[in-house]
């Protein structure tokens, strides 16, 4: 079993940064492709970004390429998304996701076998 804490998110104006953290409990975490995905009220989730469990592949959605990115510390049992150049359109509650250890990347969250509670991010214009 594996659980997922979110942290780093609160208010930020447009153009400005945050750092949202992950940390995983369980053995398996460096075997795990990790994954960031948001959601609107309204709305579905969202891929945002994640990150291969060995070879460290990234995939992003095309409207956070360039301005966020995704990484892992498998000492720390922790990935990360540094979020800049923050845009009002980025206000979410921002998941965590992990898949079972071993298995690809993907950007499908039902794929996606464990969930952090979320963290809100709010982007002020």
């Known amino acids: 079993q594996v659980q997922l804490v979110e942290s780093g998110g609160g208010l930020v104006q447009a153009g400005g940064s945050l750092r949202l953290s992950c940390l995983a409990s369980?053995?398996?975490?460096?075997?795990?492709?990790m994954g960031w995905f948001r959601q609107t009220p309204g709305l579905e989730r969202e891929f945002v970004a994640a990150i291969s469990w060995s070879v460290p592949i990234t995939y992003y959605r095309d409207s956070v390429k360039g301005r966020f990115t995704i990484s892992r510390d498998n000492a720390k049992n922790t990935v990360y998304l540094q979020m800049n150049s923050l845009k009002p359109e980025d206000t979410a509650v921002y998941y965590c996701?992990?898949?079972?250890?071993?298995?690809?990347?993907?950007?499908?969250?039902?794929?996606?076998?464990?969930w952090g509670q979320g963290t809100q991010v709010t982007v002020s214009s």
């Open positions: 369980g053995r398996t975490f460096s075997r795990s492709a």
């Open positions: 996701a992990a898949k079972s250890a071993g298995m690809g990347l993907t950007t499908t969250q039902s794929t996606y076998n464990y």
